[in-house]
């Protein structure tokens, strides 16, 4: 039995040496593709997580850009409104500024016309008044009456001369008539008399009125008793 076993050892351990080592080599072979597949697993997913983080970070990065562009464009909007705020507030404040200077030129040029006007006014004022000034005290130093005596010692139209005078002799001249020219005897030229309830008028008045009418029967009965005959 001892010796069967020992030629069953004999023929089986060579045999069994050749597993051992096949199936070592298997094994360590299972090992290396396990390990490879294991850390090609690990590079396809380190390499993943790289794509992933650089895609992260790619997101990350053009969201940011895109903040700062944005930012950028806001203010640059807001300058640009501020800038246009600011030049349309200076056109409003010139603009009123030359309204208002505008203003103050038309009063003074107003004011300036109102003071001329004024002025040719007030001179214009003084002119006349010094022409009256000058035509009345010429009026009063070389006036020259209508009618006044010529010689007192003579009668009739021979004792005046004047204006009137010559215009009575023109007018005698061509319409034909006789007058005379005298004083009338209470030497006034207008006035009035209460005689007998009645107004009796005076002076020249008188004289035409009681005696020119009366000597020329012009004036009837009626009439006596208006004019106070």
């Not at 005046?160 to 005379?180: P, Q, R």
Request: charged letters at 15%; proline letters at 2%.
């Amino acid at each position: 039995m001892v010796e069967c076993i020992q030629e069953l050892s004999e023929y089986i351990s060579p045999f069994a040496c050749k597993v051992e080592v096949y199936t070592l080599f298997i094994l360590y072979t299972l090992f290396i593709l396990y390990t490879l597949i294991i850390l090609y697993t690990l590079f396809i997913l380190y390499t993943l997580f790289i794509l992933y983080t650089l895609f992260i970070i790619y997101t990350l990065f053009f969201l940011y850009t895109s903040i700062i562009l944005y930012m950028l464009f806001i203010l640059y909007m807001l300058f640009i409104l501020y800038t246009l705020f600011i030049m349309y507030t200076f056109f409003i404040m010139y603009t009123l500024f030359i309204m208002y200077m505008l203003f103050i030129m038309y009063t003074l040029i107003i004011l300036y016309s109102l003071f001329i006007l004024y002025t040719l006014f007030i001179l214009y004022t003084l002119l006349i008044l010094y022409t009256l000034f000058i035509l009345y005290t010429l009026s009063i130093n070389h006036r020259i009456p209508s009618l006044m005596i010529k010689d007192p010692n003579a009668k009739g139209i021979d004792k005046f001369e004047g204006f009137m005078v010559d215009m009575l002799a023109k007018i005698a001249e061509k319409v034909s008539f006789t007058y005379d020219i005298y004083i009338v005897p209470d030497g006034r030229w207008h006035g009035s008399r209460m005689e007998g309830g009645k107004k009796i008028h005076t002076g020249m008045i008188g004289e035409v009125i009681y005696k020119a009418w009366v000597h020329l029967e012009c004036v009837g009965e009626d009439d006596k008793d208006i004019i106070g005959i």
